[in-house]
């Protein structure tokens, strides 16, 4: 079955950079985006930007501008978000999901990571 | 404050029906699909509804959707306790190129 699998826990000081791997499975990789969503404790959903894993192009929300980076290995079927410049407002749960198209039709996210939590703290 | 707008809070007892409001743009749900997410705590989100009201494989019938011109409602019918979790709409927003989510709903079950 499709699955996305993320890597798991991380704790970083502040000012420090943390990446978060996804990795993808049941499904041709390179044939779909994937999104980044995070959320904060009690709080909603925050997309933070999408990569198209064929081409490896992005588009990032203006929030994450000059501290998100999205790469992808397509050899082992994997997508990473990378954040820098961390503040205990970074602290969330980071979920990945495929990105689909339909032709004519919607955008939508369809398979979700099970999530990984970053903590930012002294 | 979300791009997208839903009421915090929603409740209704079982076997009711209730309906999420998602309001949007001109630049966003008025140019764009509609897509429905369903979250319980501690876990990740769920697809629900996309294109505005198709339901992915799955998705029991009781679960519907709609759309008219910058607005989008979620319909639950049939009400079971197992429906009690955050439910978000999200979409594209053409006019700055990103993907926006309501700020989500509670459905409590009374």
């Known amino acids: 079955q499709v699955q996305l699998v993320q890597s798991g826990a991380e704790v970083r000081e502040p000012g420090a950079s943390v990446k978060v791997s996804c990795k993808g499975s049941g499904y041709t990789f390179t044939s779909d985006d994937v999104n980044w969503v995070r959320q904060a404790t009690g709080q909603g959903l925050e997309w933070m930007g999408w990569?198209?894993?064929?081409?490896?192009?992005?588009g990032y929300a203006q929030n994450f501008q000059g501290r998100v980076t999205m790469t992808r290995d397509t050899s082992i079927s994997t997508a990473y978000m990378e954040l820098s410049s961390l503040t205990s407002d970074d602290t969330a749960v980071y979920f990945c999901?495929?990105?689909?198209?339909?032709?004519?039709?919607?955008?939508?996210?369809?398979?979700w990571g099970k999530g990984t939590t970053v903590t930012v703290s002294s | 404050q979300s791009v997208l707008t839903q009421p915090p809070s929603v409740s209704a007892a079982p076997g009711q029906r209730v309906t999420i409001s998602c309001s949007g743009s001109s630049s966003t749900i008025g140019k764009n699909y509609v897509s429905w997410y369903h979250q319980v705590p501690g876990a990740a989100p769920k697809l629900l509804i996309y294109d505005n009201n198709q339901r992915p494989s799955g998705i029991p019938d009781r679960f519907s959707g709609s759309k008219s011109g910058t607005s989008a409602t979620l319909g639950i019918t049939g009400l079971q306790p197992g429906d009690e979790a955050d439910y978000y709409c999200g979409t594209w927003d053409s006019s700055l190129s990103v993907w926006v989510f309501g700020g989500g709903t509670k459905l409590t079950i009374l």
């Open positions: 999901a495929r990105g689909l198209q339909d032709l004519g039709r919607g955008y939508y996210m369809d398979v």
């Open positions: 990569m198209n894993t064929h081409s490896g192009n992005t």
